[in-house]
């Protein structure tokens, strides 16, 4: 047999897509994965925006509009980073990955597939998170294009970040059932510290401090300052949407992201014998 | 050319050699038996073949690429049955052997996958809600969708009942019958009589015996049993020389019950891996 007499190898790209629509398929599919992990986010927005109905002295928008703004950054985290950690940590216990190293699919189209799933599930999950937003809270979507392009960048950095992130730490479960457990950690302290699940008057300084460091602050801020009148800036912790400051972290946790992902992925399950 | 070669295979985890030294050629078209008990080094063999293990030592040539640097043309010509794989749960039967089939260069047809395989009745079927016999025939399926030269089978007939083995060893027969090699690992010695050209036996980490599945470890002249029964009772001789007694208990009249039995692959598999005192 001459080379030219074999066909050539499916592209990378063709396979990852093909991949994507096969992981959109089974992630909606699975009835448990639609209902706790892309529903729960505004099944919480709905609680604590019917349980918080005061607003702050003087503020443009009562809290359940804080709340619908800054818990886009929630369907992201359980979208990007809990579902893709969660995910990787099963096809690697299942045989996913085994079976497809024994294939010609690239690792790149492994990730591309994921790439797939996870930009479908977040777009799915924050429009089902602004639907609620505006029909239960009266959350009004901006007109102005520049704040659309603010969410765009937004967006796109805190998912990639996010998708990254969950990568790396699928690495860390044992097994995809202790994934969840571990993985659930890291998101509800943050969304707590982060001023996510409640009012950021309210949190202590020193946690406000921590928080910073991590990107789930910086997203919420962000997308309040997409969603909430300019005024409503006052309530940050610096007084500020600091539009500069959140690309910088974003974007360096997308580096850090990639790092950790570069050195830590496995194809497969640790040997225990 | 041979479609697997190995001279010297060595591989250890840690203190414990699984394997040491296994020399091992199959040629192409062929349908190759390893048997062994558990922990023998069956697995750790299959698994540097296939690619999924670095080695220790020894030299590894599988379709004349060492697979330890192989590449995706290489990964399309081999096919493999895993042995415990539960993944694409909330896929169907006909989507996910449709996916892999988009992975190969030259897949075979879908639907003859599907039919070839027994599946036809749940092709629609989502993959979790089909029993382990069943759930064993797609990992087949997505074994040979990408036709491959080379087939690794590990005990691909655990769960199966006794109907959906026979089918499955039509198909295996269809499959080196279009000349595809097959390696197969298995418990079932009736499994490997019936569909192996030649055998090896693994055990502590080395091969103590390989031919064919009537020779192998001196079956073919090892003493067979003769027994009848007469007026006095039932009789049984292990004789060198089978043909020399029925001849001679032909001479006699109110014979009955006459068997010779050459020892089964079963008994001298017993015997290789020691298990018999």
Sequence with gaps: MTAATLSPLPSTLRTGLARGGAEVRMFFRAKEAVIFTFCFPAFVLLLLGSIFTESDPGAAAPMSQVFAAGMIAYG???????????????????????????????????????????????LAEVALLLAVGVFAFGLELPTDPGRWWTFAWILALSVIACTLLGISASSLARSSRSAAAVLNLPVIALQFSSGIFVAISTLPKAMLDIAAFFPVRWMGQGFRSVFLPDSMAAGEVAGSWEPGMTALVLGAWCVIGLVLCLTTFRWTERRTG | MNAIEVRELRKSYGDHVAVRGIDLTVAEGEVFALLGPNGAGKTTTTEVLEGYRARDGGDVRVLGQDPASAGRRWRADIGIVLQTATDAAELSVRETVRQFAGYYPDPRDVEEVIDLCGLTAKAGARVQSLSGGQRRR???????????????????TTGFDPEAR?????????????????????????????????????AAGRIVAEGTPSTLGGRDSAPATVSWRDGDGA???????????????????????????????????????????
């Design chain 1, 76 to 122: 992201i985290l359980s979208t990007a980073f809990t579902s893709v950690g969660v995910g990787i940590a099963a096809d690697r216990e299942d045989g996913t990955l085994k079976r497809l190293r024994g294939t010609p699919v690239t690792m790149a189209s492994y990730f591309i597939g994921k790439i797939v799933l996870v930009a479908v599930a977040t």
């Design chain 2, 138 to 156: 797609v990992d087949v399926a997505l074994g040979i969708i990408g036709r491959p030269r080379l087939l690794f089978l590990d005990e691909p």
């Design chain 2, 166 to 202: 026979r089918q499955f060893w039509e198909l295996v027969r269809t499959l080196s019958r279009e000349g595809t090699t097959i390696l197969l690992t298995t418990h079932y010695l009736d499994e490997a009589e019936a569909l192996a050209d030649r055998l090896a036996v693994i």
């Design chain 2, 235 to 277: 009789h049984e001789v292990r004789t060198v020389d089978p043909i020399g007694t029925v001849v001679n208990l032909a001479r006699h009249t109110g014979i009955s019950g006459l068997q010779v039995r050459q020892p089964s692959l079963e008994d001298i598999y017993l015997d290789l891996i020691g298990a018999k005192a």
